[in-house]
């Protein structure tokens, strides 16, 4: 096979970063009774690194913690497009004042952990917050 940086080139990469749907719940349906998924787009590799290190606790000076809450909000923040949690009408209806309240209000808790799971692997995140911890820290 001949070196050729042609394949390489934005114009012809495969499987090009597309917008996904996850079905967060069962409970929110359309008017004929459909699940009505939300919609999100993906992280560019910057992106996971900077939510990475953004969620970065130090508990002294040789332990660093992954505040796994924010690492999930703030990925969840960045990434929706549908629905937009951000709308005050929405907030104001589930009487939060932020997403992560919003989310805490919406979704029961196996929803809220099966929704995460699959955002955090369908953005590229690992399971164990050790790998976590250590890409950040290089």
Known sequence: ???????????????????FEIVVSDRFVDEDGNPVAWTF??????????????????????LL???????????????????????????????AMNISELLDKMLEGREYERFTDKLMKAQGFMDDPDVIIGDAKN
Do not use: C, H, W
């Open 1 to 19: 096979m001949e070196k050729n940086l042609n394949y390489f080139m934005p114009e012809v990469a495969k499987g090009k970063r597309e917008n």
């Open 41 to 62: 787009r993906l992280l560019s590799a910057k992106e996971i690194d900077d939510l990475k290190n953004a969620a970065i606790v130090k508990k002294n000076k040789s």
């Open 65 to 95: 913690k992954v505040d796994t809450k924010k690492l999930i909000v703030d990925t969840i923040s960045e990434t929706i497009i549908y629905p937009n949690l951000k709308s005050e009408e929405l907030q104001n209806a589930y009487g």
